[in-house]
């Protein structure tokens, strides 16, 4: 199945310092229909104005990846960390057993994010917080793992049955992925329309994808792409209700 959830659609909220959009509910925006996808929870479309951010606040058993878009984020928790994570970059905090952190806009620009929470396949882990450059160039054309929970080398670590990854598309170029049994998929495009097996889409659109071998998609415009995948166990996916026939 794809389901094309136009950005019209989401969750708003306007604070002030804040424009946030909710891909799933949050906060005040609830809609039961969209509790999330798979293991993903949260997918929140930040604008957050110059010298302003999140005070200090507390998180546990979750995984938080930050993809900025525009700009840069500041973060600083309370295990003493604190780094500033730039546009097309990106940051990874698993709060396990419990970690207070504060986000910052310290540029003179807004800053846009991505923040994307997952489920872990643990609680009560040691939080940590990690954040890296990703060479922009490698994303052209194909996708890169940002973030997972697999083991792979070259992405930051998550503790969940899930990954993060990033592709630029120029306009008409294609890419495919194939995607094992089980997984949930949820893809936005940072910039640019595109089409997903023929569904067109809109920047920031959210696209959900279930129940498909592969994920095959199409730049109408030159295009930022951000993919989560997350795995199912065989208990949750028996648990999920049969799709109604197209």
Wanted: charged share 25%; hydrophobic share 40%; no cysteine.
């Amino acid at each position: 199945m794809i389901d094309v959830r136009p950005l019209a659609s989401l969750g708003h909220a306007d604070h002030g310092w804040l424009n946030t959009t909710h891909h799933f509910s949050f906060a005040r925006y609830f809609d039961p229909g969209r509790m999330g996808w798979g293991r993903l929870r949260v997918w929140n479309d930040d604008t957050i104005a110059p010298g302003t951010g999140f005070p200090p606040h507390p998180h546990r058993d979750m995984e938080i990846i930050t993809y900025v878009r525009e700009g840069a984020i500041t973060h600083e928790d309370s295990l003493g960390n604190r780094g500033r994570t730039s546009a097309g970059d990106v940051q990874v905090m698993s709060a396990g057993a419990g970690v207070r952190h504060a986000e910052w806009n310290l540029e003179n620009v807004p800053t846009r994010i991505f923040q994307i929470w997952i489920e872990p396949r643990e609680a009560g882990a040691a939080p940590r917080w990690g954040t890296r450059p990703f060479p922009k160039g490698d994303r052209a054309g194909r996708w890169v793992t940002l973030a997972s929970g697999f083991g792979e080398a070259d992405a930051l670590p998550i503790r969940a049955d899930a990954r993060v990854l990033g592709a630029t598309l120029p306009a008409g170029a294609r890419l495919s992925r194939r995607l094992a049994p089980g997984t949930s998929a949820y893809l936005v495009g940072a910039t640019g329309r595109f089409r997903v097996h023929g569904v067109e889409a809109a920047a920031r659109d959210g696209v959900a994808v279930r129940d498909l071998a592969s994920l095959d998609v199409e730049a109408l415009e030159d295009a930022k792409l951000v993919l989560v995948e997350t795995l199912e166990d065989r208990a949750s996916a028996a648990r999920r209700p049969t799709p109604p026939a197209a």
